[in-house]
């Protein structure tokens, strides 16, 4: 099973970038698709972005599209999410997951299969 840890993430005033990573152990990365998503508090963990294993195809909320970009490296076992225009609603926990071997794109959180700790995005305004 692949672990996973975010980084990047911190305090921003609106209208900023930030630029959230999340490395994974193992030599079997590139076998998964992989999403970000975040919870705010009070609120249910959900999507925002999600890459398939070549990065063939990849997804995103609409309240994140045209701001937020999702990438792989997969020599590097990492995923990012590049954050621009950050709003104050974007403030919220964001967590990156590796998907289940039978998912090709996972846009929900049942589609998850490890999840990494959570990096903190604080957007003031």
């Known amino acids: 099973q692949v672990q996973l840890v975010e980084s990047g993430g911190g305090l921003v005033q609106a209208g900023g970038s930030l630029r959230l990573s999340c490395a994974a152990s193992?030599?079997?990365?590139?076998?998964?698709?992989m999403g970000w998503f975040r919870q705010a508090p009070g609120k249910e963990r959900e999507f925002v972005a999600a890459i398939s294993r070549t990065a063939g195809r990849i997804y995103y909320a609409d309240s994140v599209k045209g701001r937020f970009t999702i990438s792989r490296d997969n020599a590097k076992n990492t995923v990012y999410l590049q954050m621009n225009s950050l709003k104050p609603d974007d403030t919220a926990v964001y967590y990156c997951?590796?998907?289940?071997?039978?998912?090709?794109?996972?846009?929900?959180?049942?589609?998850?299969?490890?999840w990494g700790q959570g990096t903190q995005v604080t957007v003031s305004s």
């Open positions: 997951g590796a998907a289940g071997s039978w998912i090709g794109v996972p846009t929900a959180t049942s589609q998850i299969a490890s």
């Open positions: 193992g030599r079997t990365f590139s076998s998964y698709a």
